[in-house]
């Protein structure tokens, strides 16, 4: 059938009316709920200097748990040569009251890492691909490809054995190394884990490079890979662009967003640097624009507080700050 | 669809015309991301730090300090400065070297550098110190205008009609500011319809441009989204500003959203000056190294030099003996040292 202008036209004006997110305010609408995935205990702590104990660790995630979070990293099955912080795994995993409705995933690098965690009680895994060469090679000493081919031996397990996997993207709008980061490299990565059975994919902007330009650019490219419902953004707040960079995310489809109880986390590359973004900051932003959540503000900073003074560390959460000298204000 | 044949209909199917021509439907998607991305192609930045900035930190700054700031902003490229308040030294201290900070100040060409005036006395005294351009502040609320300079709303357009009167017989152009303009601390919520009536009596009365502030900063895109469409609606955008401060860690995407409304002037400070009167020791201003940086990342011109912004800061935040409130100059200069 040969398409000519008519048909060009009515065919626009009926996809117009069947994705009314593509008319006359295109771009601008909302998910009306966004599920936020809280890092901090272990993407968090885990970029902390001071180590912290076990107990401190359980309360911080039971308080989280009290707080509404649907899901809670709680830890890391890496080997503690390499991340003493995360030695405590196993302890960790089977001190915590577990709420049920809440996921508590675990980092699970390799399959022995893996075949830890499910014996301590995991029943959600996550695994960490790169989208750039050098960053893989110098964090996991191997190459993307190599690192995608272990991941397939953990999907594979996890499959096996009914645990549900989640993948990481990281350097997705820039890399410490390499810079620039090609937006198709980020879409093959991320198409490669899915593939596999990861049943989500967190997008990470790793050293907060990122600006919402590129956000945008990374996100269409990768949204023709991955259904936009499996994909989450994990924006580090670096430069100070992650609240940006997460409102643009939004208003592309992404209803999943990563965070950090009080920001929780420096930055590696820029020593002393703030890192993740934090969870209070994006809850009060989604909650001004009318998203629901399912999280207790409140509770959530009194949360980051505790783990605050435990650390011995100011928050990095401007929200917390400003609760610190009035009530909070909610618009 | 009535008495429609087959074949029309199935043109007409939005699923066969997916199906059949993919590219359609992809088209589809890019103009929705075209869509969030249509940004102002330039934006100007308004760099409010030696005055806004300044007015609102604890260290009295010496006069050659702010003469040395200023000078270095003024080799950025940012096109506009506030440079000082003529405001009464008997309520702001800091500002009570307007006079000497205007006259000791190299006067950039390209550059323009709006000092406030908040009444006559104030005017005059721009005008003889030579101020060619002067901003008056509104407020979008009853009890922060009383509170703040003591009359009500409408008292205060008096007092800016007479000034912007004299303004323009010396064809100095008058900036408007309408504080308040989602929230105030002491009323709580503002209603967008009364930020709206606010700015467009300032702009009716003359000012060129009128800047909406969140002074408090607790807004967010959704609430900056609703004051903006109906102050879209009384003003013309291109007249409009946003001042956003960054109590909340709110600010990058309150702008980015007045960006995508059609808004292209940005009130910043550099190193985010300014702390947040309302809830001391929080921040306050959005930085200007922050805004820069997003806005080169979105290949929105601004004629700025982020180095020279970040280098600026790190002057003014050793005499002030206190570290920037700048995200991007805080990893610049730890990366550096790194």
Same mark, same amino acid.
């Given at each position: ?61 039971? /308080? ?11 830890t890391s099955f890496v ?7 995360m030695?405590?795994q196993v302890?960790?995993m ?12 675990v980092l699970t690098p390799?399959?022995k890492g893996f075949q830890a965690a499910?014996?301590a009680?995991a029943?959600?895994v ?18 993307? @490809? ?49 593939? /596999?059975?990861?049943? @989500? ?50 208003? /592309? ?79 | ?37 249509? #940004? ?9 730090? %030696? ?22 902003? $003024? ?11 003529? =405001? ?11 006079? +000497?900070?205007?006259?000791?100040? $190299? ?43 003591? &009359?009500?709303?409408?008292?205060? #357009?008096?007092? #800016? ?13 008058? *900036? ?18 009364? =930020?709206?009536? =606010?700015?467009? *009596? ?33 003003? %013309? ?6 001042? &956003? ?16 409304? !059609? ?6 400070? =550099?190193?985010?000056?300014?702390? &947040? ?19 080169? !990342? ?8 982020? $180095?020279?912004?970040?280098?600026? !800061? +790190? ?24």
């Amino acid at each position: 059938m040969g398409l000519n202008r008519v048909h060009v036209h009515v065919g626009v004006q009926l996809l117009r009316v069947h994705f009314p997110q593509v008319a006359a305010s295109a771009g601008k609408s909302l998910p009306e709920k966004v599920k936020i995935v809280e890092v901090g205990p272990r993407d968090g702590l885990q970029n902390e200097k001071t180590i912290v104990p076990a107990e401190v660790k359980i309360c911080l995630i039971d /308080m989280l748990s009290e707080a509404g979070l649907p899901v809670i990293e709680a830890t890391s099955f890496v080997s503690p040569k390499w991340v003493p912080q995360m030695a405590d795994q196993v302890e960790v995993m089977k001190g915590i009251s577990k709420k049920p409705g809440v996921n508590y995933p675990v980092l699970t690098p390799n399959l022995k890492g893996f075949q830890a965690a499910v014996k301590a009680g995991a029943t959600e895994v996550a695994i960490f691909g790169a989208a750039s060469e050098l960053f893989s090679k110098k964090n996991i000493n191997c190459s993307v @490809e190599e690192s995608l081919q272990r991941f397939e031996e953990v999907a594979k397990a996890a499959k096996e054995q009914g645990v549900a996997v989640r993948g990481y993207v990281s350097c997705v709008l820039g890399c410490p190394y390499e810079g620039k980061v090609a937006p198709g490299k980020v879409a093959q990565v991320a198409k490669r884990l899915y593939a /596999m059975g990861c049943y @989500e994919i967190s997008l990470g902007d790793t050293t907060g490079v990122g600006t919402p330009g590129g956000m945008i650019e990374m996100l269409e490219a990768v949204k023709h890979e991955v259904p936009v419902e499996a994909l989450a953004v994990h924006c580090h707040d670096t430069y100070g662009q992650a609240l940006a960079n997460i409102l643009v995310a939004l208003q /592309m489809g992404i209803s999943v967003v990563d965070s950090s109880v009080a920001g929780l986390g420096g930055c590696p590359y820029a020593q002393g640097a703030s890192g993740n973004v934090a969870t209070e900051d994006v809850v009060y932003m989604l909650h001004g624009l009318g998203i629901q959540t399912g999280v207790d503000l409140a509770k959530l900073m009194d949360a980051g507080a505790f783990i605050c003074q435990s650390l011995n560390r100011r928050t990095s959460s401007k929200v917390a700050q400003a609760a610190s000298f009035q009530a909070i204000l909610q618009f | 669809m009535g008495n429609v044949p087959a074949a029309v209909k199935h043109c007409l199917s939005h699923e066969a015309l997916a199906q059949e021509h993919p590219w359609l439907l992809r088209w589809l998607v890019d103009e929705k991301s075209a869509a969030i991305c249509d #940004f102002p192609k330039a934006v100007k930045v308004v760099e409010v730090g %030696p005055r806004d900035g300044l007015q609102n930190e604890k260290e009295m700054v010496p006069t050659g300090v702010k003469i040395q700031l200023i000078d270095m902003l $003024s080799e950025t490229g940012l096109p506009v400065i506030e440079a000082t308040s003529f =405001v009464s030294s008997k309520w702001v201290p800091q500002m009570a070297d307007h006079a +000497e900070v205007l006259k000791g100040i $190299s006067l950039a060409p390209h550059v323009r550098y709006p000092v406030l005036t908040p009444n006559m006395q104030g005017f005059h005294a721009a005008v003889d110190a030579g101020a060619t351009e002067v901003a008056v502040f509104g407020s979008a609320s009853e009890t922060f205008c009383k509170n703040n300079i003591n &009359c009500s709303i409408e008292e205060s #357009f008096q007092r #800016f009609k007479e000034i912007i009167s004299s303004a323009k017989q010396a064809h100095i152009p008058v *900036r408007g500011y309408v504080s308040c303009a989602v929230a105030c601390p002491y009323e709580g919520h503002v209603e967008p319809a009364k =930020v709206a009536e =606010v700015a467009k *009596r300032l702009y009716e009365l003359g000012c060129y441009e009128v800047s909406l502030c969140d002074t408090t900063g607790v807004g967010t895109p959704g609430s900056m989204a609703s004051m903006l469409k109906c102050v879209v609606k009384e003003v %013309p955008t291109n007249a409009l500003a946003v001042h &956003c401060h960054d109590t909340y860690g709110q600010a990058l995407a309150n702008v980015l959203i007045a960006l995508q409304m !059609g808004i292209s002037v940005v009130d910043s400070s =550099v190193a985010g000056l300014g702390g &947040c009167p309302f809830a001391k020791g929080a921040t306050g201003n959005v930085s200007t190294e922050d805004v820069v940086y997003m806005l080169n !990342g979105l290949g929105i011109e601004t004629g700025v030099n982020l $180095s020279k912004v970040i280098h600026a !800061g +790190e002057f003014i935040c050793k005499a002030l003996n206190r570290s920037t409130n700048s995200k991007v100059a805080q990893a610049t200069l730890k990366s550096e040292t790194s």
